[in-house]
Protein backbone atom coordinates (compact mmCIF):
# COMPACT_ATOMS: atom_id res chain seq x y z
CA UNK A 1 0.00 0.00 0.00
CA UNK A 2 1.43 3.81 -1.23
CA UNK A 3 0.74 6.26 1.32
CA UNK A 4 0.99 10.48 -0.23
CA UNK A 5 1.09 12.88 1.87
CA UNK A 6 0.97 16.73 0.84
CA UNK A 7 2.06 19.47 2.26
CA UNK A 8 2.18 23.69 1.64
CA UNK A 9 -0.83 24.34 1.16
CA UNK A 10 -2.60 27.63 2.61
CA UNK A 11 -3.99 31.11 2.22
CA UNK A 12 -1.86 33.56 -0.19
CA UNK A 13 -2.53 37.00 -1.39
CA UNK A 14 -2.87 37.14 -5.02
CA UNK A 15 0.71 37.83 -6.86
CA UNK A 16 2.08 35.53 -4.08
CA UNK A 17 3.56 32.17 -3.84
CA UNK A 18 3.50 29.04 -2.58
CA UNK A 19 5.11 25.18 -2.76
CA UNK A 20 3.71 22.08 -2.56
CA UNK A 21 5.52 18.80 -1.97
CA UNK A 22 4.20 15.29 -2.22
CA UNK A 23 6.13 12.35 -0.69
CA UNK A 24 5.00 8.85 -1.46
CA UNK A 25 5.77 6.35 1.25
CA UNK A 26 4.74 2.29 1.47
CA UNK A 27 5.22 -0.56 -0.99
CA UNK A 28 6.63 1.54 -3.69
CA UNK A 29 6.85 -0.39 -7.34
CA UNK A 30 8.41 1.54 -9.30
CA UNK A 31 6.70 5.31 -9.25
CA UNK A 32 6.36 6.49 -13.22
CA UNK A 33 4.65 9.74 -13.47
CA UNK A 34 3.78 11.98 -10.58
CA UNK A 35 0.94 14.78 -10.83
CA UNK A 36 -1.23 17.57 -9.30
CA UNK A 37 -4.57 17.66 -10.17
CA UNK A 38 -6.72 20.68 -8.20
CA UNK A 39 -10.75 20.62 -7.88
CA UNK A 40 -12.19 24.47 -7.52
CA UNK A 41 -15.85 24.81 -6.04
CA UNK A 42 -18.52 23.23 -8.64
CA UNK A 43 -15.55 22.43 -10.88
CA UNK A 44 -14.29 19.08 -12.08
CA UNK A 45 -10.88 18.20 -10.97
CA UNK A 46 -8.59 19.08 -13.74
CA UNK A 47 -4.97 18.10 -14.35
CA UNK A 48 -2.59 21.08 -13.56
CA UNK A 49 0.82 19.23 -13.82
CA UNK A 50 2.69 16.18 -14.65
CA UNK A 51 5.99 14.60 -14.79
CA UNK A 52 7.40 11.19 -15.83
CA UNK A 53 10.19 9.53 -14.35
CA UNK A 54 12.25 11.13 -16.69
CA UNK A 55 11.79 14.49 -16.30
CA UNK A 56 9.40 15.17 -19.39
CA UNK A 57 6.63 17.15 -18.01
CA UNK A 58 3.53 18.68 -19.23
CA UNK A 59 1.19 21.73 -17.69
CA UNK A 60 -1.97 23.24 -17.96
CA UNK A 61 -1.91 25.96 -20.25
CA UNK A 62 -3.40 28.19 -17.80
CA UNK A 63 -0.52 27.77 -15.21
CA UNK A 64 2.24 27.61 -18.22
CA UNK A 65 5.03 30.08 -16.86
CA UNK A 66 3.79 30.37 -13.17
CA UNK A 67 3.85 26.90 -12.21
CA UNK A 68 6.67 24.68 -12.52
CA UNK A 69 6.43 20.73 -11.31
CA UNK A 70 9.87 19.13 -10.47
CA UNK A 71 10.53 15.16 -8.61
CA UNK A 72 13.44 13.88 -6.38
CA UNK A 73 13.27 10.20 -7.46
CA UNK A 74 15.72 9.41 -4.63
CA UNK A 75 12.83 10.78 -1.99
CA UNK A 76 10.10 9.89 -4.10
CA UNK A 77 8.36 13.29 -4.00
CA UNK A 78 7.28 15.80 -6.52
CA UNK A 79 6.81 19.38 -6.01
CA UNK A 80 4.53 22.37 -7.44
CA UNK A 81 6.04 25.58 -7.21
CA UNK A 82 3.24 27.99 -8.07
CA UNK A 83 4.30 31.53 -8.44
CA UNK A 84 1.94 34.86 -9.43
CA UNK A 85 -0.93 33.02 -8.03
CA UNK A 86 -4.37 34.27 -9.18
CA UNK A 87 -7.81 34.04 -7.26
CA UNK A 88 -8.64 31.07 -9.83
CA UNK A 89 -5.82 29.00 -9.36
CA UNK A 90 -8.43 28.89 -5.72
CA UNK A 91 -8.39 24.73 -5.39
CA UNK A 92 -8.09 21.76 -3.68
CA UNK A 93 -4.86 20.22 -5.06
CA UNK A 94 -4.09 16.78 -4.94
CA UNK A 95 -1.16 14.56 -5.66
CA UNK A 96 -1.27 11.48 -7.57
CA UNK A 97 1.06 8.51 -8.74
CA UNK A 98 1.15 6.26 -10.83
CA UNK A 99 3.41 2.75 -11.53
CA UNK A 100 4.45 1.02 -14.06
CA UNK A 101 1.84 -1.80 -12.89
CA UNK A 102 -0.21 0.97 -13.58
CA UNK A 103 -1.71 1.21 -10.15
CA UNK A 104 -2.77 4.72 -8.83
CA UNK A 105 -2.40 6.63 -5.74
CA UNK A 106 -4.60 9.78 -4.59
CA UNK A 107 -3.47 11.76 -1.62
CA UNK A 108 -5.75 13.56 0.68
CA UNK A 109 -5.74 17.08 -0.93
CA UNK A 110 -4.28 20.02 0.21
CA UNK A 111 -6.00 23.53 -0.04
CA UNK A 112 -4.89 26.34 -1.22
CA UNK A 113 -6.75 30.08 -1.38
CA UNK A 114 -5.66 32.71 -3.29
CA UNK A 115 -7.36 36.02 -1.72
CA UNK A 116 -6.85 39.49 -0.60
Known amino acids: QVQLVESGGGLVQPGGSLRLSCAAS????????MSWYRQAPGKERELVAR???????NLLDSVKGRFTISRDNAKNTVYLQMNSLKSEDTAVYYC??????????WGQGTLVTVSS
Open 96 to 105: NVINDLGDEV
Open 51 to 57: ITRGGRT
Open 26 to 33: GSIFSINA
